[in-house]
């Protein structure tokens, strides 16, 4: 366990996280740091009312925040409460938010009736994990780092409970963004794309989300494999062991011992390997599955803000037709009321097609700021995990130079 | 097709397969007579074994000299050596097993039936895989039936039997049919009975120490060889799937690294490069396992069982020699009979010290072969794990210091 927690320590380090520049507009500049981290799960209760508690603590100079370090403690359903708030403010105006780890009836049913066994133990941490990776995209965000209720999160001792966090988990949203997508493609007017590059950009994030997808399978598969196989090399030492100790040979025996020995060690560092799959590559591949949901969510958005400017459009187009009819027929009242729809009207279509360049623009930005961070990321990842691969290597090599000569002292 | 310095070439019999010494027992090299599976083909549901035999004898009409044989026959020369009296007091070398290309037949017929839902590059490799293994398995059955031939020819008395130069020499099919289910059902039965009888015989304390200590070292090492020969095939299995996985892997990585516009897509190609050639070292890691510790395991569960064997059947001697003394004693006691019971009783004591003496040193040779093969064996995995091990690390290292370079 305490490997895995140096593993996380180490993919998000505490290293400077730059600000990307704003295309626009120029930020200040400065480069500034930020860490946060989320550890010591505790039980809180007992029973099915009982919760797992986190400390997040942030480290940080940035003005944004009264104090240089500081810490609170939250709830799983804090977080979900927490996205949820920011997915309401900010994804219908284009910005990409990092999705909130999945919920889990089942992992978490076993840690509330108190199963104190190896699986809730690894799920409690794969949360943790995947908590900390959360916020951290979160206050990565420009934008969203200083929204005031990112801000009350890290900060505030007490927070109001997330109510009704059921349809606030990250499926649930998911589910509300994928309606909302369906609810756009089954309308029979099909968006004018006047920019090629949305169209290409949709179409390579669907292909993204394939390959991906596929890739956290395998990875997944291999995870499962690997531990598999370190419970079999287990397995194996131990009847290697009890060969050696029937074998009536004494250098036999002491060989077939020592063979025991190295492919327990070898045992442990398959299953040092299988977290390394995991904790860097497989739950990576499923981070980025999630938020190329959420960058979807957001180009759908788009699709909806479009579609609500044509409708208004539409809309306009009648109140003219109805104006018209009416300057015939002499109703002066009417015709006022017409008018002054026609006005308000005009004012939605104009409002309309400023949201729709509005959010064009977001999305630009965004999906930019969002491949700088998807190479980083990957890059970083990728180098961490050959770098274990190398380690494992390197062990399995002592441990085989140690043996050989064993093997060859048989007489 | 292959990777540089990476795997042997695919032709079945390199120079290390060759000869008597082939996989798991350290032979004497006898140039009086040698033999050796020169080649073999597979057909749609056999294995011909073309025998190769050089030989100074006179038994034999010519010095070299090749004959075909299936697997029945090799059963054939098994069986008749197990039934035959005067090699009771040997270790009668176990019979290879029947080639089984079951599984990997079943596996490329999936292969076939799921093409269409799969890259042509996809499919290549998997089939590549697939093709690789089938010629493991073909190997190794190779392996196993010339192995049994050599430990024949390597034994004293067996070398001279005259079924085995028949086998060797006549040109012509043996016509041994394998066994039709009534003759099946027999084998089992007799098993059975066997079996029951192995038990009390096991049961009767022997005065000689030496006996004594076999019979229980050999239960036990019987039954712990078998238990981690199970463990073994279970870790090679695992180690295998773990091979396939990265093998998907790195196809997806290939996919993403073309479909990538950014910086990344280097890293993903170059990954997935890496993959291909690590994922071709770890399958042969685990066929090395397969061969050097699997193999070794599975070997010597059958040789421990032909000893538990010899074992028995002297063990049974015993109790009829026993029986036979009783018998003996109690003629002369009513002192009718007394010349034929004298007459049987001498039989089994002859029969009872034959086995011993010849069991014995059996029982030693087989202990010196033993420690012998194991300690090739350990030797040859250790060294392989080390050049593969060194492999992956290499490729991973100079892969870690292009990407390096390049962020």
Known sequence: MSYCSSLHASLFPDKQLHVLQDEDTEENGDTFDMQITVSDPEKVGDGMNAYMAYKVTTKTSLNLFSRNEFSVKRRFSDFLGLHSKLASKYMHIGYIVPPAPEKSIVG????????????????????????????????????????????????????????????????????????????????????????????????????????????????????????????????????????????????????????????????????????????LFSELLGDYVRLIAAVKGVFDQRMKTWSKWQDAQLLLQRKREAETKLQYANKPDKLQQAKDEIKEWETKVQQGERDFEQISKNIRQEVGRFEKQRVKDFKVVIIKYLESLVHTQQQLIKYWEAFLPEAKAIA | MMQEGLDDGPDFLSEEDRGPRAVNVDLQTDATLQVDISDALSERDKVKFTVHTKSTLPNFKQNEFSVVRQHEEFIWLHDSFVENEDYAGFIIPPAPPRPDFDASREKLQKLGEGEGSMTKEEFTKMKQELEAEYLAIFKKTVAMHEVFLCRVAAHPVLRKDLNFHVFLEYNQDLSVRGKNKKEKLEDFFKNVVKSADGVIVAGVKDVDDFFEHEKTFLLEYHNRVKDASIKSDRMIRSHKSAADDINRIASTLYTLGTQDSTDVCKFFLKVSELFEKTRKIEARVAADEDLKLADLLKYYLRESQAAKDLLYRRGRALVDYENANKALDKARAKNKDVLQAETTQQVCCQKFEKISESAKQELIDFKTRRVAAFRKNLVELAELELKHAKGNLQLLQSCLAVLKGDT
């Open chain 1, 108 to 279: 978490m049913t076993k840690v509330k009736v108190g199963k104190e066994d190896l699986s809730s133990a690894e799920f409690v941490e794969k949360r943790r994990s995947a908590l900390q990776r959360y916020l951290t995209r979160t206050v990565t965000h420009p934008a969203l780092l200083k929204d005031p209720d990112v801000i009350q999160f890290l900060e505030n001792t007490e927070l109001p409970r997330a109510v009704s966090t059921q349809a606030l988990s990250g499926a649930g949203i998911l589910r509300m963004v994928n309606k909302a997508a369906e609810a756009v493609n089954k309308m029979t007017i099909k968006m004018n794309e006047s920019d090629a590059w949305f169209e290409e950009k949709q179409q390579q994030f669907e292909n993204l989300d394939i390959q991906l997808r596929k890739l956290h399978a395998s990875v997944e598969s291999l995870v499962c494999h690997r531990k598999e196989l370190s419970v079999n090399t287990a397995s194996f030492a131990k009847s290697a062991a009890m060969l050696g100790n029937s074998e009536d040979h004494t250098a036999l025996s002491r060989a077939l011992s020592q063979l025991a020995e190295v492919e327990e060690k070898i045992d442990q560092l398959h299953q040092e390997q299988a977290y390394a799959d995991f904790y």
